[in-house]
T-cell receptor, first 112, second 114 residues
């Protein structure tokens, strides 16, 4: 099973709302990632967690707050987003660092 | 800063043709390279991972090669089918010491026509 599950699939939120994106994998992977993808552009790295610790933050604005409660779960908490934050948010995991990465189907986020 | 470019940006071929997608990167200090396909509005599906010690990897009708010294990888698709229509992305994987980073190429949008 090489499945990474993301919920919700679609999310519409106002600029004053607080919402969370969820990502789950049961492959025993110890690295988990958040990527942001704008239309017709490649995915851009936001955060990397290694062994449940934040290893990379690509200078992401603080209105995005990642959390890794355990080795299977990765959350992305959203607060006071801007319309330009509308994008496809992708979660990925890999067994060890630098090995094959598996992606979820993404959450399509629209900020109104 | 790693720059990853894919050529061509878009490609339309008739069914049954063999085709080659190109990926070039500026920093050869990479660990591995991975090829993905992405259907419109969907997530990424892993196709092949080439480790830095390998020069080639095959899966079914797909064959990927890696030449780190020249900063190039190619994805060869044999006997293309309409179901192959998608955007193909290469990603170079670099290990930073505490984590690994995937840097994606600009993508090639492939359409296979009947």
């Amino acid at each position: 099973d090489t499945e990474v599950t993301q919920t919700p699939k679609h999310l519409v939120m106002g600029m004053t709302n607080k919402k969370s994106l969820k990502c789950e994998q049961h492959m025993g992977h110890r690295a988990m990632y958040w990527y942001k993808q704008k239309a017709k552009k490649p995915p851009e790295l936001m955060f990397v967690y290694s062994y449940e610790k934040l290893s990379i933050n690509e200078s992401v604005p603080s209105r995005f707050s990642p959390e890794c409660p355990n080795s299977s779960l990765l959350n992305l908490h959203l607060h006071a987003l801007q319309p330009e934050d509308s994008a496809l948010y992708l979660c990925a995991s890999s067994q060890f660092l630098a090995t094959e990465a598996f992606f979820g189907q993404g959450t399509r986020l629209t900020v109104v | 800063k790693q720059e990853v470019t894919q050529i061509p940006a878009a490609l339309s071929v008739p069914e049954g043709e063999n085709l080659v997608l190109n990926c070039s990167f500026t920093d050869s200090a990479i660990y591995n390279l991975q090829w993905f396909r992405q259907d419109p509005g969907k997530g990424l599906t892993s196709l092949l991972l080439i480790q830095s010690s390998q020069r080639e990897q095959t899966s079914g009708r797909l064959n990927a090669s890696l030449d780190k010294s020249s900063g190039r990888s190619t994805l060869y698709i044999a006997a293309s089918q309409p179901g192959d229509s998608a955007t193909y992305l290469c990603a170079v994987i670099r290990y930073t010491g505490t984590a690994s980073k995937l840097t994606f190429g600009t993508g090639t949008r492939l359409q296979v026509t009947l």
